[in-house]
């Protein structure tokens, strides 16, 4: 496979797996196309070679026919954590629904498609909903598909491990809805290698993997050890059920994207680690980086840093 394209490119994983696949190289003449509303907002992707950021919007039929039709294989990374039951209903059922059709009418047969841990027909969120109706809709085309479901994904410039640590630069306390809930997080760098592997393995085809690191945490947890390595350490204070909806109800409807929406808390009801029914990271040869090993350094480096820092990293 020469040319790759990769649907969600210019995100945190997207920017990962082109890194990756451009260092395991791509051939002669081969190339990653990564599409983008804004390209101009791309302009580190825009500096690797072989990766050519175009400005489409893969929402748009034609658009993705044009995109698909120059593609050897695609990655599908376009996903959404907040937003209303018809949003999720278009990014995670209605793109891939128009994705497989977008590969049929242009002969493309492989696809890897990142889809979240948790998922299941009777999820209690419309995001785990969403993400299994899109894997249904892939597995019915009869691609060439394989699932990588990963539980939360870790790393530098996450948004999930920063934004708990800046805030707790700035705050006394941390309230904190779903502090009990369950997560196996996972290095994005583990999930751009797996990508690659699945990528160049044809076995792979058919299956589906869970990508999970070597430990369990509670949010809580998470939160607290995030603070704990920027220097800011605070007591985190767990919240009830009811005052947890409210806190995600406050945040929903503060400018910019929401910390947590309710659909989150619903999300965090099912545990958000391996069931270990399915292969993972290990049957990919893969072995799977811990979250002190990578973001202790990083967070204690930079633990001056206040939240508009970090927001002016995305």
């Given at each position: 496979m020469?040319?790759?394209?990769?649907?969600?490119?210019?995100g945190f994983?997207?920017?990962?797996?082109?890194?990756?696949l451009?260092q395991?190289g791509?051939?002669e003449?081969g190339h990653?196309?990564?599409?983008?509303?804004?390209?101009?907002?791309?302009?580190?992707l825009?500096?690797?070679p072989?990766?050519?950021?175009v400005a489409?919007d893969?929402?748009r039929?034609?658009?993705?026919d044009a995109?698909?039709?120059?593609?050897?294989?695609?990655v599908?990374l376009?996903a959404?954590?907040h937003?209303?039951?018809?949003?999720?209903e278009?990014v995670h059922?209605g793109?891939?629904r128009?994705?497989a059709?977008?590969?049929q009418r242009a002969?493309?047969?492989?696809?890897v498609?990142?889809s979240?841990l948790?998922?299941?027909?009777?999820?209690p969120?419309?995001?785990l909903?969403?993400?299994?109706?899109?894997e249904?809709?892939?597995r019915?085309?009869?691609?060439d598909l394989?699932?990588?479901?990963p539980?939360v994904?870790?790393g530098?410039?996450?948004?999930?491990?920063?934004?708990f640590?800046?805030?707790?630069?700035?705050?006394?306390?941390?309230p904190?809805?779903g502090?009990h809930?369950r997560?196996?997080?996972?290095?994005?760098?583990d999930v751009a290698?797996a990508?690659?592997?699945c990528l160049?393995?044809p076995s792979t085809v058919g299956?589906?993997?869970e990508?999970?690191g070597?430990a369990e945490a509670?949010?809580g947890q998470?939160?607290?050890?995030?603070g704990?390595w920027a220097?800011?350490p605070?007591?985190?204070?767990?919240?009830?059920?009811?005052?947890?909806?409210?806190?995600a109800?406050?945040?929903?409807?503060?400018?910019g994207?929401?910390?947590m929406s309710r659909?989150n808390?619903?999300?965090?009801r099912v545990p958000?680690?391996?069931?270990?029914?399915?292969?993972?990271l290990?049957?990919?040869?893969?072995?799977?980086a811990?979250?002190q090993?990578v973001?202790?350094?990083?967070?204690?480096g930079?633990?001056?840093c206040?939240?508009?820092?970090?927001?002016?990293?995305?």
């Amino acid at each position: 496979m020469r040319n790759i394209l990769i649907l969600g490119g210019t995100g945190f994983v997207g920017r990962a797996v082109c890194e990756r696949l451009v260092q395991t190289g791509l051939g002669e003449g081969g190339h990653l196309t990564v599409p983008s509303r804004r390209p101009q907002r791309a302009l580190k992707l825009q500096t690797l070679p072989g990766v050519r950021v175009v400005a489409a919007d893969v929402h748009r039929d034609a658009d993705l026919d044009a995109l698909v039709a120059e593609a050897d294989a695609v990655v599908n990374l376009v996903a959404i954590l907040h937003g209303s039951e018809a949003a999720f209903e278009a990014v995670h059922v209605g793109l891939p629904r128009r994705l497989a059709a977008a590969c049929q009418r242009a002969g493309v047969k492989r696809l890897v498609h990142v889809s979240a841990l948790g998922v299941g027909p009777n999820a209690p969120s419309h995001y785990l909903r969403s993400k299994t109706a899109g894997e249904a809709v892939l597995r019915a085309a009869h691609l060439d598909l394989t699932v990588l479901r990963p539980s939360v994904i870790f790393g530098e410039e996450d948004r999930f491990l920063n934004l708990f640590a800046s805030l707790q630069a700035v705050f006394p306390l941390m309230p904190l809805a779903g502090a009990h809930a369950r997560f196996q997080p996972v290095w994005v760098g583990d999930v751009a290698e797996a990508i690659v592997r699945c990528l160049h393995t044809p076995s792979t085809v058919g299956d589906t993997y869970e990508l999970a690191g070597p430990a369990e945490a509670t949010l809580g947890q998470l939160v607290r050890a995030a603070g704990a390595w920027a220097g800011h350490p605070r007591t985190i204070v767990p919240l009830p059920e009811a005052l947890g909806q409210l806190q995600a109800l406050a945040m929903a409807v503060l400018p910019g994207e929401p910390l947590m929406s309710r659909d989150n808390l619903a999300s965090m009801r099912v545990p958000n680690v391996a069931t270990g029914t399915l292969p993972g990271l290990t049957e990919l040869g893969i072995a799977p980086a811990s979250l002190q090993g990578v973001m202790q350094p990083w967070l204690s480096g930079r633990s001056g840093c206040t939240r508009l820092d970090v927001l002016r990293r995305h």
